[in-house]
């Protein structure tokens, strides 16, 4: 999701081809998550529902959240695709990611290339922190802001790119979600001279209920 580009403008650009992206996961979702015990899932920004359908398939009842229809109908579709049981694991709701308020806490929560203004990350990853149950994780991946200048793809505006560093000082107001990872990372994409250029953050809420 791009700052920039109302649920209109993403519903055009959902409409141009059947899939923008692969319909595998993300790989950091695969990598940090195919581990996990499957539980409950908050897929914030889900776009065409690729890491909510492979959460599913492995077991993961998922709410998956994005303002685009048109990315929901073809998340529904992809989310078919992979059987009853899949898609009846999976809560689809057109909503803002930027005014939903989570009515849950999850034992997974994901936020995946999000791009926004500085204060409404903030606002957005301090919801998503506080649906982290006791236990639980929270994984946010973003284009790192030095991959304007040394990777590839991605927004071209730095205003809505972001560090590690940037993630971690949102979450500074949860001390019970224990940062795990932080770091920028390299993601290669065939055909291109350098890698993309990513941020993850993983973060861990301790298993006392105090926040």
């Given at each position: 999701?791009?700052?920039?580009?109302?649920?209109?403008?993403?519903?055009?650009?959902?409409?141009?081809?059947?899939?923008?992206?692969?319909?595998?996961?993300?790989?950091?979702?695969?990598?940090?998550?195919?581990?996990?015990?499957?539980?409950?899932?908050?897929?914030?920004?889900?776009?065409?529902?690729?890491?909510?359908?492979?959460?599913?398939?492995?077991?993961?009842?998922?709410?998956?959240?994005?303002?685009?229809?048109?990315?929901i109908e073809?998340?529904?579709?992809?989310?078919?695709?992979?059987?009853?049981?899949?898609?009846?694991?999976?809560?689809?709701?057109?909503?803002?990611?930027?005014?939903?308020?989570?009515?849950?806490?999850?034992?997974?929560?994901?936020?995946?290339?999000?791009?926004?203004?500085?204060?409404?990350?903030?606002?957005?990853?301090?919801?998503?922190?506080?649906?982290?149950?006791?236990?639980?994780?929270?994984?946010?991946?973003?284009?790192?802001?030095?991959?304007?200048?040394?990777?590839?793809?991605?927004?071209?505006?730095?205003?809505?790119?972001?560090?590690?560093?940037?993630?971690?000082?949102?979450?500074?107001?949860?001390?019970?979600?224990?940062?795990?990872?932080?770091?920028?990372?390299?993601?290669?994409?065939?055909?291109?001279?350098?890698?993309?250029?990513?941020?993850?953050?993983e973060a861990?809420?301790?298993?006392?209920?105090?926040?």
């Amino acid at each position: 999701m791009d700052a920039l580009m109302s649920a209109h403008d993403w519903d055009e650009r959902y409409r141009t081809s059947e899939l923008i992206w692969k319909a595998g996961p993300n790989q950091w979702v695969r990598q940090y998550t195919q581990d996990l015990s499957p539980g409950t899932a908050l897929d914030l920004a889900s776009g065409e529902g690729r890491n909510a359908v492979w959460l599913a398939d492995r077991g993961w009842q998922v709410t998956a959240v994005d303002f685009s229809a048109v990315a929901i109908e073809k998340a529904k579709k992809l989310a078919s695709q992979h059987g009853r049981r899949t898609a009846e694991r999976i809560h689809w709701a057109i909503e803002d990611v930027l005014s939903y308020a989570p009515t849950a806490e999850y034992n997974l929560v994901l936020v995946i290339y999000l791009h926004i203004h500085a204060e409404q990350r903030k606002a957005v990853l301090q919801r998503a922190a506080g649906a982290v149950s006791p236990g639980g994780q929270l994984l946010v991946v973003g284009h790192h802001t030095d991959n304007l200048t040394h990777g590839v793809g991605g927004p071209p505006n730095p205003e809505i790119l972001y560090t590690e560093e940037d993630v971690l000082a949102d979450l500074a107001e949860f001390p019970n979600l224990l940062s795990r990872t932080a770091q920028r990372v390299e993601r290669v994409i065939d055909g291109q001279p350098r890698p993309a250029l990513d941020v993850v953050v993983e973060a861990q809420r301790s298993a006392a209920t105090q926040r």
